[in-house]
């Protein structure tokens, strides 16, 4: 371990336009590494060790820019100016009425075609002592995707050496907006990416999530998991109620919903969820300052190929978005997703990596 300072890889991943993507390589004392792209502040691939010590990639990610440009569904990227969906792509903020661009049916997804997953951000090392991060930052315009006032979003990844990926999200803003910013990491931890999810093991720390209408909006209710394949209070393999004759199951296609994560007094950083995967021993506990926890199954994967890459299969991955509730800014009983100028917006999520023998 030592206590020098660690050193971080920063290399040329391609071309956006005219725009440079540079890929930054962070490690730690115990082998772990973690890439991120500065096209959609995005994370490329966690290698992490099995229980037999094999480093193996645990998200679905491509090693070359291509794919990513040619669109891939927010694989690891930081999505905003307001993840999950706004409903028609219209709120009311101060009386007055915005209308944002649509992207999923009727409604807005992740910030609008041109969402910060699209955007090329600029980055800096930012090396410590058993510390590896690097800080991203993007100035979304005022106007840009539909929403007011400029936004400096800024997002930290910093790798520890006890194998924790810290992502931090902090903004500011020149006008009232709407913010929510999201990792989109989809995680495979058998280190197989042909392979599906269906056997990983999940636990939500939630006692009521937020169904859903036709078009994944959440009706405002707050329904208790208690008696539902929604129940994740308990580890259970994802696959074993997925198929259930369940209408919330078949609206999102599988799962594709909020869970309201539990408060614990006094403490806004706490555990919203642990994933493992029985075959590798690998596990990923999920800690989090936001109140919501989107669990989305991978049901739009598909596996047709992209710009000349294999795509994934049907659900190959598994996203664990800690972020504020979907449509937030048309629920006025939801946690508020208003920014302020003179507030700082500022959301913390730890993945903690682990082997089971
Ligand atoms: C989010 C949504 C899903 C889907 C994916 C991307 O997780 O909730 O419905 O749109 O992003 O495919």
Redesign the pocket.
Known sequence: MGTAHKTIDKARFGQSGETAVDLYTLTNAHGIEVRIMTYGAALVSVKTPDRDGRLQNIILGFDSLQPYLAGV??FGATVGRFA??IAKGRFVLDGKPYALPVN?GPNS??GGPQGFDKRVWKAEPAPGEHVSAVQLTYVSAAGEAGYPGELSAQAVYRLTDDDQLVIEYSATTTAPTPVNLAN?AYFNLSGDPASTILEHVLTINADSFTPVDET?IPTGELRLVAGTPFDFRRPQAIGSRIGADDEQLRLGHGY?HNWVLRQVTGHRLRSAAVLSDPKSGRSVEVATTQPGL?F?SG??LDGKPVAQATGFPYRAGL?L?TQHFPDSPNQPAFPGTILHPGERYLEMTVLTFRVQQ
Do not use: K, T, V
């Open positions: 569904p927010y999950n969906r999923d997804l992740h989109h994944l594709d989107q989305y049901n739009f996203c978005e």
